[in-house]
C-alpha cells in the first residue's frame, strides 16, 4: 500500500508502539524497590472501615505513612517495634544457645546434604518449655552468608522477637548474635529463618517448639497423653523425611499408653497425614479442639507452616502407623501394620468437635478487610513475569491492613489465583468463621496458617490484642518471594529497620 493511507498508517503504528513503549517503561519503573526503605513507606492503607466512611478503607486512600483527612485514627504515642517486649527484668527460665551454618550437614537418616544446621544438626534442637516460662535464645550466626533470623512461627510473641529482617530486626549477619526473648504458650510450633526465607527454610534453617500445658491435666478434663512424640515433616534433597529421616522410623511407646503426636508441616504445600488406627484431633496450630470426636479411615490436611496433634491409643498386640505421602512412623513395639494408601475421606475441621464461646462477638467487628489473590502479568521490582496480587494490585501497592488494639477484625480470604495458598498471620491466631459461605459448626477452630484452595473464600475473626507491624503471607515460600505479602500494621507503631540497606535484609 503507497500513499497517504499508507503513511498514515505507519506512523499511526509507529506512535502506537511509543504509547506502548512509555506504558511498559512507566510499569517497570513503578515496579522498582529502592536499596533501602521502610516497610511503613510502602503499599496504599486500608483502614477497614464500611463503604461511605469518611475514609473507605477498601479504596485504600493515602499511604501508610499518612492518614487520609476524615479518618478516626487512634491518638496513642506512637512505640517502636523495638518496644514490645517481654518483661526486661524477668529471669529466663529455659535457655537456649543456638549456632547456625551453613554447608554439608548430616541427616538423622545418615544422608548428607547441602544447606544449614542448627548446632550441627538439622531439623535443628527441639526447644522445649512450659506454658508461661519466659524463653531465651541466644542465636550466633557462624558462617550462613546472606544472615539469618529466627521467626517463631505460630507463636504471638512480642513483636520485636518476631524474626522478620527488616521489620522487626536486622538480619543476623555472620559472626553476629542475636537473643530472643518471650513467655510460651501452650501448644505446637516451630522456628525458622525469615531472612532469605526461601532457601534457608527449605535448606533447613528450623527446628520444633513445643510447650507442655501448666497443669497435667488436658483443658475440659481427661487424663493426659503418656508420650509425646514430635512428627516434623520435611524435604530434603528430593526426600520427605519425618524428624530428618527418609522411608519409616520407628519410635518405642508401651503397649495401652496414649501417645500425642504433633505433626508439623515444614514443606511449601499441604500435606495429608493419616493413621492405622483411630485417632483424635486434640489441637490445630497450637490451640485445642473443643470435645474432639474420634476419627478412623479419614486422612487430615495440614497446610504449609500448620501443625496438627493427633492423639492414638498403642494397641496391646501391635503398633500404629503414621503415614505421609512417601514416608511413615510407627509408634509402637509390636508388629507393624502394613502401608496404606491415602484414605478417601478427610476430617473437615469447620464442623469436626462441638461449638465452645469464643471470647468475642465476630458479629460486632469494628475493622473489616478483603484479601483476594490474583495473579496476572506485570513487572515485579523490575522483573517481567507472571506474579501473584493481593486485591487486584502487584507488590509494592499491595495492602498494609491498619488496626487499633482492641479492634475485632475479620477478614475475608479469596483465592482466585489457580493455585493453593498457604496464608500464614503472623502474631495472632484468628477463628474460621466459614468455608464458601458454610459457617463454621464444630469446635472453634483457630488457625495461624490456613490452607485456601484456588476458588475457595474463608471468612475468619480475630482480636488486634498485640501490638506490632506483622506480614501476612503465603508459606509457600516462593509465592512470597514472588510478592504475595502484605502486613497488618496497629496505628501508632513504627519501625527502625529497613528492607536492603547495611544489614542486607531481605526477609523474603
Known sequence: ???????????????????????????????????????????????????????????????????????????????????????????????????????????????????????????????????????????????????????????????????????????????????????????????????????????????????????????????????????????????????????????????????????????????????????TVVAVDGRDMHEPGVVKDRSILVTAGGRADLEVTVPQAGAVRLQVAGTSLVVGDGPVPAPASAPTDEVDLLSYGTPAALGFDPAAATRAFDYVIGRRLGFLDGRPGMWWTINGAMSPDVPMFMVAEGDVVRMRVVNDSGEVHPMHLHGHHAVVLSRNGIRASGSPWWIDSLNVEDGEAYDIAFVADNPGIWMDHCHNLRHAREGLVAHLAYFGVTSPFVIGGTAQNTPE
Request: hydrophobic share 40%.
Open 1 to 279: 500500500m503507497t500513499g497517504p493511507l499508507a503513511r498514515f498508517l505507519r506512523w499511526g503504528a509507529l506512535g502506537l508502539a511509543g504509547v506502548l513503549v512509555l506504558v511498559v517503561t512507566a510499569a517497570w519503573f513503578s515496579s522498582r524497590l529502592p536499596d533501602r526503605y521502610n516497610v511503613m513507606s510502602m503499599g496504599t492503607m486500608d483502614l477497614g472501615l464500611p463503604a461511605g466512611s469518611p475514609v473507605d478503607g477498601h479504596n485504600g486512600h493515602g499511604s501508610v505513612g499518612a492518614l487520609a483527612p476524615g479518618a478516626a485514627a487512634p491518638t496513642a504515642p506512637d512505640r517502636t517495634v523495638s518496644s514490645l517486649t517481654a518483661d526486661p527484668s524477668r529471669p529466663a527460665e529455659v535457655v537456649v544457645d543456638l549456632v547456625a551454618t551453613q554447608g554439608q550437614v548430616r541427616l538423622p537418616d545418615g544422608r548428607n546434604v547441602e544447606g544449614f544446621a542448627l548446632n550441627g544438626q538439622t531439623p535443628g534442637p527441639t526447644i522445649t518449655a512450659t506454658e508461661g516460662q519466659l524463653v531465651e535464645v541466644r542465636v550466633r550466626n557462624e558462617d550462613v552468608t546472606e544472615g539469618m533470623t529466627l521467626h517463631w512461627h505460630g507463636v504471638d510473641v512480642p513483636n520485636s522477637q518476631d524474626g522478620v529482617a527488616g521489620v522487626t530486626q536486622d538480619a543476623i549477619l555472620p559472626s553476629g548474635h542475636h537473643v530472643y526473648r518471650f513467655v510460651a504458650q501452650a501448644g505446637t510450633y516451630w522456628y525458622h529463618s525469615h531472612q532469605v526465607s526461601d532457601p534457608q527454610v527449605r535448606g533447613g534453617l528450623l527446628g520444633a517448639f513445643v510447650v507442655a500445658p501448666r497443669a497435667n491435666v488436658p483443658p475440659g478434663g481427661g487424663q493426659q497423653s503418656a508420650a509425646d512424640v514430635v512428627v516434623l515433616a520435611h524435604t530434603y534433597a528430593g526426600k520427605r523425611t519425618l524428624n530428618g529421616r527418609a522411608g519409616e522410623s520407628r519410635v518405642a511407646a508401651a503397649p495401652g499408653s496414649r501417645v500425642r503426636l504433633r505433626v508439623i508441616n515444614t514443606d511449601p504445600g499441604p500435606m495429608p497425614v493419616w493413621v492405622s488406627t483411630a485417632y
